[in-house]
């Protein structure tokens, strides 16, 4: 049996519990993709474009420096979503996405995505609420990190 | 292999450790193995030059004395039913961790102890019957919380239940106790390592600790979790297992203050109400913890 792009849509945390024809709505911008080992979902100043809410596998998000190679700065597994750049201009992105291992994700088209939501502010609304929640997360996560916490202090 | 002690049964029942000639003269204990974790964090192995084996709960410390020096609060980093001498994992971080850091093999130190509470790993209703454990450790906090895992590892062979081991570290060459990480998956617990800054031969997760917490797959509703590391990682950790279910009063967490006599009369470690070298290091979150751990000085 197969499942639908809805039932996708509706199964991943960022958009669990939405109303069916919200869900119907992300669902039409949407579309089941896959990428093998080392293949990039995203790169850094390409037009930005997509959402991905992954499925199966892990990202690491990175950044690339001419002689030092990529340096990864954060790492997301099933249930995370990939990809924001699409939702404010100039839709480009800023990172590098790489699939660290067999892949699997929703694609959703952002620009499909925003025409959506600005004709339907209802859905744009409880969409930007999601978004705002897994962005907060990330962001005091970043703090966290750049308190150096384990650099100093207890000898244990 | 060492039994439980009746000083051990009574320093967890009583709260606090072992009173007594031992709680203030420390007995000499040589250095018969030293072990690198990582640049700065050392493991000393000790044997007792005079005494028998210490009995000791995992979770307790020791105040470790390098002699001429002074004295510093080091956690017991050995399994209670280790054969062989007893652990402590030392990061150089002052003048007496230096120079415990800097023994040489065959040098004598001073060990008074064991102090404090307990994880409580081998209460028999700990974490229910076959209840899901999860042990997060940030940098150097996994050494307090070696032994605990390893009893927890060899009740899950008992008894069943699940075992999480979910660790944050700075940066791969900040990741302690690789052998035991691989030992302890091997014997059926679920392992998951992070690094906050990764390097380029780094293939395992980037990011917070608490980002593993999510996907690990335990049970919140049977979880008893026991959680130590820096203080703010600590209080970040209990609160997305919260968030995520978790009872507040079934996760416990380390906390450090100046210890310094041990035995709960100088009041250097006071928290709150509780005189930390005692009533700690170990205590349940939820409630007045949760509460201490967010007050500010006035």
């Excluded at chain 1, 911008?29 to 093998?36: D, I, K, T």
């Excluded at chain 1, 088209?109 to 978004?131: F, H, I, T, W």
């Excluded at chain 2, 059926?188 to 999510?214: K, R």
Aim: hydrophobic fraction near 45%; aromatic fraction near 6%.
């Amino acid at each position: 049996m197969t499942t639908s792009l809805a039932e996708l849509v509706s199964a991943h945390p960022l958009l669990a519990g939405l109303p069916g024809d919200a869900v119907a709505s992300v669902a039409g911008c949407a579309q089941n993709v896959s990428f093998g080992p080392g293949e990039l979902l995203l790169a850094e100043s390409d037009p930005a474009n997509t959402l991905y809410l992954l499925r199966r596998g892990r990202v690491a998000i990175e950044v690339h420096s001419p002689g030092a190679g990529s340096i990864v700065i954060e790492t997301l597994g099933p249930g995370a979503a990939v990809g924001w750049s699409w939702l404010v201009p100039p839709y480009r992105w800023q990172f590098d996405a790489r699939a660290l291992d067999a892949v699997g994700a929703v694609a959703v088209d952002g620009a499909c995505l925003r025409k959506k939501a600005e004709s339907d502010p209802a859905l744009g609304y409880e969409l930007m609420k999601r978004v705002a929640g897994v962005l907060l997360d990330r962001l005091q996560m970043t703090r966290i990190r750049l308190l150096d916490l384990y650099g100093t202090g207890s000898a244990r | 292999m060492l039994a439980e002690s009746t000083q051990a049964q009574q320093t967890r029942a009583g709260h606090g450790g072992v009173m007594g000639p031992r709680a203030m003269t420390p007995a000499l204990y040589r250095v018969v193995e030293r072990r690198a974790e990582t640049g700065d964090v050392m493991t000393l192995s000790l044997s007792p030059v005079a005494d028998g084996p210490m009995a000791f709960l995992p979770g307790q410390f020791n105040m470790l004395t390098a002699f001429g020096v002074g004295e510093a609060a080091i956690s017991v980093s050995s399994a209670p039913h280790d054969e062989g001498p007893l652990r402590h994992t030392v990061r150089d971080v002052g003048s007496v961790t230096r120079a415990l850091c800097r023994t040489r093999i065959g040098d004598v130190i001073g060990v008074r102890g064991p102090f404090g509470t307990d994880w409580g790993v081998g209460d028999p209703g700990a974490g229910g019957e076959r209840g899901d454990f999860v042990v997060v450790a940030g940098g150097i906090g996994l050494a307090p919380l070696r032994g605990a895992v390893y009893e927890l590892v060899a009740r899950r062979a008992r008894q069943g239940g699940r075992v999480f081991v979910v660790v944050g570290a700075r940066d791969p060459s900040q990741i302690i106790f690789r052998d035991d990480l691989e030992t302890w998956a091997d014997a059926g617990a679920e392992v998951a390592i992070t690094v906050d800054v990764s390097d380029p031969g780094w293939t395992g997760h980037v990011g917070l600790v608490t980002s593993l917490l999510g996907g690990a797959g335990f049970d919140p509703d049977t979880a008893t979790a026991l959680v130590c590391g820096p203080e703010i990682m600590m209080r970040f950790t209990a609160r997305t297992l919260i968030d995520g279910g978790v009872d507040p009063t079934a996760i416990r967490v380390s906390l450090e203050r100046n210890m310094e006599c041990g035995v709960a009369w100088c009041g250097h470690c006071q928290l709150g109400p509780f005189l930390l070298c005692r009533d700690g290091p170990v205590v349940p979150y939820g409630g007045v913890v949760a509460h201490l751990l967010t007050e500010r000085e006035r």
